[in-house]
């Protein structure tokens, strides 16, 4: 008798009979939904002898089978949001029983239809500003430069020199609030066209993969009859942005992860 | 639902944004199984280092919003140092000044003798 544990995807408000063939995260079992107070818990059976605690303890140490499985999650998610509206359950939500599951819808019912009534027709589309602090010195600060390199003229050069030095002790932390101040800018002028707007950490380097580091990370929740205005603002902005040393990356749409509580 | 994608490639340069969400958003609901990958039981060092470096990018100040100092006592601390530099560094201007004015006068009365 195999131990097996049931793996959550989601809670969807419908079912749509194209989930029951997609593959689940084992490669081996298809998902079903399990069915109680109108809502579907949408999940596939896992062996617990690759998923209980005792291997996931040595399999937590494998980065490459963290990376593998958390690819092949997401996919399966945006497969299944394709379909239906979903409320995303974190990482390896594991059940022992299909009576845990009602349960927890049970449990939860009243957050679960709260969050489906906030979600409904609307999308997370994610945006994340990266910035060069040199790029933008080159690009934006240019003049600002020059016309302090003229006050230094006719100006003894001890002085000028102590003067000069004073000026790039600061420079840098000035840059640094400009490039904040721009990215909040961008952050307000585009949550005019959205519902909601969530700021999430921004992600080091190591995690991105990316050279120059990240300003914004930012969720919006938008209207699915505003996400055009919304998509065609960011493009106008990002245009903008772009000769200044920024560089702007628009995901989505994601299932609502930044706006479910 | 199922409109036009804008960007949802599960390449390398994005699974960052894969595990941002996975692991630290959506309803926070426990299995019956304990597998939390970002929770400190079950977190290993590896793991720690992903998680850990989000919080060395806001330490570094790329966490733009907590580096005004009437928002943050950090930040509040970090304006104080810096004045405390810059007095630092005036100091130091003003006696290299007065130094440099009283070597010249040494200079020119040595000079005048000659």
Known sequence: ?261 | MGSNSVNQSTSGSSLGEILEKILDKGVVIAGDISISLADVELLTIKIRLVIASIDKAEEMGIDWWKTDPSLSSKAKEEQERKEARQKEEELQTRQLQEQNKLLLERLSKLEEKS
């Open chain 1, 1 to 261: 008798m195999e131990n097996m544990g049931i793996l959550v995807y989601c809670i969807a408000d419908t079912y749509d009979n194209s989930i029951a063939d997609i593959v689940g995260m084992d490669g081996i079992n298809k998902l079903y939904a399990i069915s109680y107070e109108n809502l579907f818990a949408i999940a596939s059976d896992v062996n617990l002898d690759e998923y209980g605690e005792e291997s996931m303890a040595e399999k937590g140490e494998d980065i490459e089978w963290l990376k593998e499985k958390a690819t092949i999650f997401m996919g399966i998610i945006l497969k299944i949001s394709s379909a239906s509206s979903i409320i995303p359950m974190k990482f390896l939500t594991i059940f022992t029983s299909e009576n845990r599951v009602k349960d927890i819808i049970t449990e939860n019912l009243q957050q679960f239809l709260n969050n489906f009534a906030k979600i409904k027709n609307r999308e997370e589309l994610s945006v994340k500003i990266y910035c060069d602090d040199k790029k933008y010195k080159e690009k934006s600060m240019g003049e600002e430069i020059r016309n302090f390199e003229k006050t230094l003229v006719g100006k003894p050069k001890g002085a000028a020199f102590f003067l000069k030095k004073k000026y790039e002790g600061e420079l840098d932390d000035k840059i640094q609030n400009k490039i904040c101040n721009m990215a909040n800018n961008f952050a307000d002028e585009i949550s005019s066209f959205a519902v909601e707007m969530k700021s999430n950490k921004v992600l080091a380097k190591e995690i991105t993969g990316i050279d120059i580091p990240m300003v914004l990370n930012c969720a919006f929740l938008v209207d699915i009859d505003q996400k055009e205005k919304l998509t065609a603002k960011i493009d106008e902005l990002t245009k903008e942005y772009e000769e200044s040393g920024f560089m702007i990356e628009l995901t989505g749409p994601w299932p609502p992860y930044s706006f479910c509580e």
